[in-house]
């Protein structure tokens, strides 16, 4: 059974931070692009950052320089470590993951709430 488990998720200050977690079971987690995503209310699910089966790493604009994703494949787990956060980073966080040799497979998290306050 798949399962991806977000956690980490909370009320926070505007300038403050977060680490999420993702952990993942159920997967061939080292032939997975790991990834984060967000839903703010009102909006579309949009991409914050992925992480390679390598470890090459890509960041949305917006969080460029803020944020950093990272990958424990001994844990199968992914992080999201959140600094200098906004009330617009205020979303459901989810986590993702596609299989590098089937990319039709892939899986999300139930996601976690982030809230920034001002």
């Known amino acids: 059974q798949v399962q991806l488990v977000e956690s980490g998720g909370g009320l926070v200050q505007a300038g403050g931070s977060l680490r999420l977690s993702c952990a993942a079971s159920g997967i061939n987690f080292g032939l997975s692009i790991m990834g984060w995503y967000r839903q703010a209310p009102g909006k579309e699910r949009e991409l914050v950052a992925t992480i390679s089966t390598g470890g090459s790493t890509s960041y949305a604009d917006s969080v460029k320089g803020r944020f950093t994703v990272s990958r424990d494949n001994a844990r199968y787990t992914v992080y999201l470590q959140m600094n200098r956060l906004k009330p617009e980073d205020t979303a459901v966080y989810y986590c993702?993951?596609?299989?590098?040799?089937?990319?039709?497979?892939?899986?999300w998290g139930e996601g976690t709430l982030v809230t920034v306050s001002s």
């Open positions: 993702h993951s596609r299989n590098i040799i089937r990319p039709s497979i892939d899986y």
